[in-house]
Structure formats: structure tokens, C-alpha cells
């Protein structure tokens, strides 16, 4: 279950990756609370079923009362007459109305990647749920420490959807970022460094993949640091890996990141990451050295520095791509689907 199946959000691409995977060997709904778009942006499994409680869609009509009270009608209906035998939630608020309303003899389990903003309905309901489920063990740690004596806390990393996957041949002069362009991503730290890189190496570009609110502003910017000739607003895109293929180099900025799937696709790609050490999700995945270089937070020049040093070294760039390749093994999406089904059976 998510808040939508329909957007751009990692946790989104994540969780129909999983659905994919699991519907190989099992039946699978994604229920989407709103349906704002006639299509999902990411790809969805043929044999996954998909279906909305709210659309909200221009032009469809709607039975219910408007606002915040039909969602949580249509909601609680929904759950009430819930007949699946195990049901996964996507975020503490969905999680907090399973644990409230969900059938008793329906498996209820919380997936989880970032912090609830309000923790008191977490330490409230999550102990009448099964599980929760989080995506490192740093996040594990965390969550123990919330729900001390509520449900099991376990980790399972996210899927990546299976092959085949392009491969970078490492070769392009193009460092690519990938996201939602939204203030905690903080892409203005990005192009500030990169100013310093295109300084020093005029050939290479920087490629901003994604959309949102910040745009205006970061285009303002590279107005600014007169950067058009090296930023370029590539938009969104359903096929992010595709584009971090044809990079040489992926650079993130985020200052609070709880999710690492950029991170992951692009090492999946072949791909070195570059990336501030404060933000939890690069620093989960990204080990200097070995696939990648973690720069201190909030040192731009030594981001900038970093850079440099793997724009002018392509044998060490090569090598962490090699690096990257192995890191994700594990996130096949075959091999999480096994981890869950496991995990699924060790509860019922």
C-alpha cells in the first residue's frame, strides 16, 4: 500500500520493484491511496494488479464528501474489508491506520525508510502490527530504538529491478544527478561545486535529471555562476538508469536522504558515486575506495576536489566502477523478493 503508486519518489520505485518481483510466484496488489495520473511513472509488472482508493483525477466524479474525510472514509472501508493474507504499508501514517483498522488475521507489516514526523501514533499502534521492515541497519537501529516494545525490526534491502541493465562504457564527459529537485536534495550545492570543476575541466557537463519546486531557483543560479554552457536540465525520465549509463561519474548532494535508490541504480549501472557523507542513504551504500568517495558535509570544495581527482584519473574511476558493479549484487530484486518471502513465512 502507498500514499501513491502514481510519482516520482525512490520509495515508489522501490516498492513496485518488490511487487514485480514477489508477483513472479504469487498473487500481488498495489493499492494506491490517490490516483493523480492516468499512468504510474515508474514500470509495473504485468502480472501486478493495481488499484486506486481516491482518483483524483480532472473530470472523475466522486460519490464520497471532499477533503481529508473522504480519504479517510474510503480508507478505512477499504481496510475493513481487506481479504489478503499479508499486507505491507509504506509510510508510518498508512502503517498507524493498518494497525488500527487492519484484520486481525491479515499479516500486517511496516516498511519503512525515512523518520515519522510525529512519533507518538508510531510507539501508540505499531505494537499491534507484525513486523517492521527497514532498508539498513542503521534505519533498524533507529526504528528499535522507537518501537522498543512493539513488533520485530528487521532489515531488507531494496530491489532493483532484474537485467538486463545498461552498462557505462566510462568514457562520456558527463557527471549525472537524479532526483526530485526539492530544497533537502540540495542541488544548488551541486552546481556550486561543479562551477569549480567546469573552472578547471571546461569539457566535462552536468547533467540534473527530475523535477519539482526548486527548478526556477536552480536555474536562477546557474544563471548566476553563467553555468549555462555546463548544467543542463534534462527533465524527468521513467529510465534513470538508461541516463546514469551514458555518465561517467553521479554526484549527489542530498543533506537528508533516506533512501539511496539514485545511488543504487547508478552503481548498478557501473557507475562511481560521489557523495556527502551526512546524507544516511549515499553513506550506506558508498565506500571510498571502493565504489565511490564520501566527502565531508557541507565541504563543497572538497566535493568539487573529489571530482576533479576521478576526472583525471579514469583507471581509478574504472576500478570503482568495478566496485560499484559488486556493491549491488545483493539488491537483485529475485534475491530481496527470496529475503521476504522467508521473512513472511518465519512470522506466519
Request: proline share 7%.
Amino acid at each position: 500500500m502507498l500514499p501513491s503508486a502514481y510519482g516520482m519518489r525512490g520509495d515508489i520505485r522501490s516498492t513496485l520493484n518488490l511487487a514485480t518481483a514477489l508477483a513472479e510466484r504469487h498473487e500481488v496488489e498495489v493499492i494506491s491511496i490517490r490516483r493523480q495520473k492516468d499512468k504510474p511513472f515508474f514500470p509495473v509488472g504485468s502480472k501486478v494488479k493495481l488499484r486506486s482508493v481516491i482518483d483524483v483525477r480532472p473530470g472523475i466524479r466522486h460519490l464520497l464528501p471532499s477533503g481529508q474525510m473522504r480519504t479517510e472514509m474510503a480508507l478505512w472501508r477499504m481496510m475493513r474489508g481487506l481479504k489478503s493474507d499479508v499486507l505491507i504499508t509504506t509510510r508510518p501514517a498508512l502503517s498507524v491506520q493498518a494497525a488500527r483498522y487492519g484484520p486481525r488475521e491479515v499479516l500486517r507489516i511496516a516498511r519503512e525508510w525515512g523518520r515519522p514526523a510525529v512519533p507518538a501514533p508510531v510507539r501508540k499502534f505499531y505494537p499491534r502490527l507484525d513486523a517492521v521492515v527497514t532498508a539498513t541497519e542503521s534505519a533498524r537501529d533507529e526504528w528499535l530504538r522507537l518501537v522498543e516494545s512493539g513488533p520485530r525490526v528487521l532489515a531488507v534491502p531494496d530491489a532493483l529491478p532484474g537485467g538486463p541493465w545498461p552498462r557505462s562504457r566510462m568514457d562520456n564527459r558527463i557527471v549525472a544527478a537524479g532526483g526530485r529537485w526539492v530544497p533537502a536534495k540540495a542541488y544548488d550545492r551541486l552546481i556550486r561545486a561543479f562551477a569549480m570543476v567546469a573552472d578547471k575541466r571546461p569539457d566535462w557537463r552536468l547533467r540534473l535529471y527530475g523535477g519539482g519546486p526548486e527548478e526556477q531557483r536552480l536555474r536562477a543560479l546557474v544563471r548566476e555562476l553563467n553555468m549555462h554552457n555546463h548544467v543542463y536540465f534534462m527533465g524527468t525520465t521513467p529510465d534513470l538508469a538508461g541516463e546514469f549509463a551514458k555518465a561517467s561519474l553521479v554526484a549527489t548532494t542530498s543533506r537528508s536522504e533516506d533512501l539511496g535508490m539514485a545511488v543504487l541504480e547508478a552503481m548498478r549501472c557501473g557507475v562511481p558515486v560521489v557523495a556527502f557523507d551526512g546524507a544516511r542513504g549515499p553513506s550506506e551504500f558508498v565506500a571510498t575506495g571502493y565504489n565511490g568517495v564520501l566527502v565531508p558535509e557541507g565541504e563543497e570544495q572538497m566535493f568539487a576536489a573529489a571530482l576533479l581527482t576521478l576526472i583525471d584519473d579514469e583507471r581509478r574511476r574504472r576500478s570503482l566502477a568495478a566496485g560499484a558493479l559488486e556493491s549491488t549484487v545483493r539488491h537483485g530484486a529475485a534475491d530481496v523478493g527470496e529475503q521476504w518471502e522467508k521473512l513472511i513465512a518465519e512470522l506466519r
